[in-house]
């Protein structure tokens, strides 16, 4: 079983796996908050990371225009 696990095929379907959870949430409009952690801190490593709640409001302005479903 552990031989199997090491298989290159197995990884690239982890890797498959996680973009297509990845995609399935940006369709459902659930932001990737630890994703965008990651870029910030990678691209902006000087720059103030908004904390969850602030970035979850931000991407429903983003969707919605006034962050407001009606």
Known sequence: ???LLKHPLV???KKAYRNACIAANYMAGI???DRYVAQ???HNPN???ATRSQFVD???IKSNG????C
């Open 66 to 69: 006034n962050g407001r479903c």
């Open 11 to 13: 990884g690239r379907l």
């Open 58 to 60: 931000y991407c429903r």
């Open 47 to 49: 720059a103030p990371v």
């Open 40 to 42: 910030q801190r990678k």
């Open 1 to 3: 079983m552990k031989r």
């Open 31 to 33: 932001p990737d908050y």
